[in-house]
């Protein structure tokens, strides 16, 4: 059978599709959950209608990408049984456990208050519709952490045992699972990068109606927070990732050599910036380096000893029997580096736009140019900074949206293939782990349906993104401004109406 059409590979093609199409959403439901609720946190304290109606704008645009990422989350488990049946049978007892908790618990108590918070808007006082929301960012956190630590356990199995005559693994401590310091680390990385995401996706927004002054009070309301969010999400995302890094050069050698292109271990060992090699060979016939830095990045010493590619598959020959326990190397090394690249100009752009915006606002102004006016941007009051600088400021941040979203799917992909050809690392490598009944046929077919299918979802999640970020902020009814004082109440239970300031 051709290796390119073989069962093993095109289940993890379509796994691969799956979790990478089903990733775009996670980390916006995440963040716009967590926004939104301190967006509409603010109308409750202040009163000031632009919340209430950047509430309602970012709100919308969160449901219709967590309807997304529902949808997509549910065909991605159903791959398990489906494809992945031996996987599914040998590491069930484990792997269930926290993926049990998250449907039981987080999914359930997300589900519940998203619920009361789309249609309670009418019927609940503000501060118990208020705490829906809040209950529906801490949901979305925690079940990200469940499926988090499920997957933790996929790179650093541990808390569990063999039960040599049933020939699975059996979970032995399951709070090992949930608090081992891979689980801490993943998770510090992977929700730093869903603010970093969400202050993006919410600047680029801002970015497209500020460029053409429409709802001025709450775009740059919008800006402003999604700048914050850019910044201190970045920032933490890079704290994270190097403490994740470090993790990782212990747990699993070989893919931070992989990473780095590292096919000898040395002391001290380089960081590379740019590499080009023989991977049959096993040596870089280009490398671009700066010395010592990786020995720093993995073990705070300028000069301590890295092991390589081949140290490491050496090793691993001898410890668990004859292979090539080698990763892609190229889809390692640049997809470290996209990740890496995308998300960190995106922190970058954002504190840009910090600087930008510190003091005045950025808003289009108009040049006269003989009869015609040209329209420009400038910045106010530092116009010795000149147009040409604030209007590609505004179109990079626009682009800037998507700029996280590329990471977060670069840095899954080194992340998943990294490891191979493990599918628990150490444990249960990737080929014994398909399902032995599942023909190439079923397979490919399935694969080509579901992937057909996400196109489509694909079209129709952006044509309603772009109409609903066309439309900008809605206007507020009488009900909106005078919400309930008590529970199934209506607007005409409130004492008095609320007065508002811009």
Same mark, same amino acid.
């Given at each position: 059978m051709d290796l390119a059409l073989a069962p093993e590979t095109l289940a993890r093609w379509q796994f691969g599709i799956t979790t990478v199409y089903h990733f775009l959403f996670v980390p916006l439901t995440i963040s716009l959950a967590a926004l939104t609720a301190g967006l509409e946190t603010a109308w409750v304290r202040t009163g000031n209608e632009k919340y209430l109606r950047a509430t309602k704008f970012w709100g919308k645009l969160f449901l219709i990408n967590i309807a997304m990422g529902v949808v997509t989350g549910i065909v991605q488990e159903f791959q398990f049984g489906m494809n992945w049946s031996d996987y599914s049978r040998f590491v069930g007892d484990v792997f269930g456990a926290p993926l049990a908790f998250e449907a039981l618990i987080a999914f359930f108590f997300e589900s519940t208050f998203i619920g009361l918070w789309i249609f309670g808007w009418d019927k609940l006082p503000k501060k118990i519709h208020l705490a829906c929301m809040w209950m529906v960012s801490i949901g979305t956190i925690l079940s990200a952490y469940f499926i988090l630590a499920a997957n933790s356990w996929m790179q650093h199995p541990v808390g569990y045992r063999i039960n040599e005559q049933r020939g699975r693994a059996e979970?032995?401590?399951?709070? +090992?699972?949930?608090?081992?310091?891979?689980?801490?680390?993943?998770?510090?990385?992977?929700?730093?990068?869903?603010?970093?995401?969400?202050?993006?996706?919410?600047?680029?927004?801002?970015?497209?109606?500020?460029?053409?002054?429409?709802?001025?009070?709450?775009?740059? !309301?919008?800006?402003?927070?999604?700048?914050?969010?850019? @910044?201190?999400?970045?920032?933490? *995302?890079?704290?994270?990732?190097? @403490?994740?890094?470090?993790?990782?050069?212990?747990?699993?050698?070989?893919?931070?050599?992989?990473?780095?292109?590292?096919?000898?271990?040395?002391?001290?060992?380089?960081?590379?910036?740019?590499?080009?090699?023989? @991977?049959?060979?096993?040596?870089?016939? @280009?490398?671009?380096?700066?010395?010592?830095?990786?020995?720093?990045?993995?073990?705070?010493?300028?000069?301590?000893?890295?092991?390589?590619?081949?140290?490491?598959?050496?090793?691993?020959?001898?410890?668990?029997?004859?292979?090539?326990?080698?990763?892609?190397?190229?889809?390692?090394?640049?997809?470290?580096?996209?990740?890496?690249?995308?998300?960190?100009?995106? +922190? !970058?752009?954002?504190?840009?736009?910090?600087?930008? !915006?510190?003091?005045?606002?950025?808003?289009?102004?108009?040049?006269r140019v003989g009869d015609d006016e040209v329209p420009y941007l400038v910045l106010l009051p530092r116009k010795a900074l000149g147009p040409?600088? !604030?209007?590609?400021?505004?179109?990079?941040?626009?682009? *800037?949206?998507?700029?996280?979203?590329?990471?977060?799917?670069?840095?899954?992909?080194?992340?998943?293939?990294?490891?191979?050809?493990w599918v628990v690392y150490g444990v249960l490598q990737t080929r014994d782990a398909v399902s032995p009944g599942v023909s190439q046929g079923e397979v490919l077919t399935s694969m080509i349906v579901f992937t057909t299918l996400y196109a489509i979802l694909a079209v129709i999640e952006v044509k309603l993104l772009a109409k609903y970020i066309k439309a900008g902020p809605p206007e507020l009814t009488e009900a909106d401004l005078n919400p309930p004082t008590k529970i199934g109440g209506d607007s005409r239970d409130a004492d008095k109406p609320m007065a508002f300031s811009y």
């Open positions: 979970l032995t401590d399951f709070w +090992l699972v949930l608090t081992q310091n891979t689980a801490l680390a993943q998770a510090f990385h992977t929700l730093s990068a869903a603010f970093l995401t969400g202050g993006a996706f919410m600047v680029g927004i801002a970015a497209f109606h500020l460029a053409r002054k429409k709802h001025i009070l709450v775009m740059k !309301t919008s800006l402003r927070l999604g700048l914050v969010t850019v @910044v201190i999400g970045g920032m933490f *995302t890079a704290i994270s990732g190097d @403490v994740l890094g470090k993790i990782m050069y212990e747990q699993q050698p070989m893919k931070m050599a992989a990473a780095e292109a590292l096919w000898d271990g040395e002391a001290p060992a380089p960081f590379s910036v740019f590499a080009y090699g023989d @991977v049959d060979k096993g040596h870089n016939k @280009v490398a671009i380096e700066i010395p010592g830095l990786l020995s720093f990045l993995a073990k705070d010493d300028f000069s301590s000893y890295v092991p390589g590619i081949n140290d490491v598959n050496k090793a691993e020959q001898e410890r668990y029997g004859p292979g090539d326990y080698r990763p892609n190397i190229p889809v390692a090394y640049w997809g470290f580096r996209w990740m890496i690249g995308f998300g960190m100009t995106s +922190l !970058t752009i954002g504190l840009v736009g910090l600087w930008l !915006t510190r003091k005045k606002f950025l808003l289009p102004q108009h040049l040409t600088l !604030t209007k590609w400021y505004w179109r990079i941040a626009f682009l *800037t949206l998507g700029f996280p979203l590329i990471a977060n799917s670069w840095g899954w992909i080194f992340t998943e293939m990294g490891r191979q050809p």
